[in-house]
């Protein structure tokens, strides 16, 4: 499993790339996790006495790759739970994904109800009692023999949402067996990166743009031309 790489860092944040197969915090395996490896990190280099305090701020699923925010204050915790409710954060995503999607570019709405006890969720194109609404947008960035890369910005934060809603396409991500591909990626991981992050400094109030290529040499020449 490769380490994590910090991309972004002050009194207040410290913005990672967390590799797939990292947990962002502590389940049932005991695995160490990326929460674990950043308070390490940040003891280390500060030399921090005591316990160090850092917070994920959003989650990654495990096989995913990508940007994550940690709040190294409370204060700056509290400000950055507020963007993300207030829907003041804009995060894109990359992924390759079987085939290719019936539209170029297109809104995709479904009602996503959760199945806690097998850590999946179904998603509804009509809404459902218990089923929350989802929705995101894609892009078509490049088509290759069997599979796209897309662009993907959602809209609302629900679980696994980006799995499922392209599966539900009948576009569902490479390696991601779960929601429909049929073979695992050799890591384990899935095609799925977090691509770039943009918000308003919660301390600072500065624009904050975090961008971090995903290492898909199928796909480099179009993913370096991405903004």
């Known amino acids: 499993m490769k380490d994590p790489k910090v991309l972004f860092e002050d009194n207040h944040l410290l913005i990672i790339n967390k590799p797939s197969g990292w947990l962002v915090q502590g389940d049932k395996t005991g695995d160490r996790t990326l929460t674990d490896w950043a308070k390490v990190y940040v003891k280390r280099k500060y030399d921090k006495p005591g316990d160090v305090f850092l917070h994920p701020t959003h989650r990654l699923d495990r096989p995913v790759s990508g940007v994550i925010v940690f709040a190294r204050t409370s204060k700056a915790l509290e400000r950055m739970n507020k963007l993300f409710r207030d829907d003041d954060v804009q995060k894109v995503y990359l992924a390759i994904v079987k085939d290719k999607p019936a539209e170029t570019e297109e809104t995709l709405v479904h009602y996503i109800e959760k199945d806690s006890k097998k850590n999946t969720v179904r998603a509804f194109t009509r809404a459902k009692a218990n089923a929350k609404r989802a929705e995101l947008t894609y892009d078509v960035v490049a088509i290759g023999d069997s599979h796209s890369l ?5 809209k609302t934060g629900r679980p696994h949402q980006i799995r499922v809603q392209l599966s539900k396409i009948n576009c569902p991500i490479k390696g991601d067996l779960r929601y429909g591909y049929p073979k695992a990626n050799p890591d384990k991981s899935i095609s799925l990166h977090a691509f770039q992050i943009n918000f308003t400094h919660p301390v ?6 975090i961008t971090c290529k995903p290492e898909w040499p199928d796909y480099s020449s179009f993913v370096n ?3």
């Open 204 to 209: 600072k109030q500065e624009p904050v743009k």
């Open 225 to 227: 031309e991405l903004d």
């Open 150 to 154: 897309l662009r993907v910005k959602p």
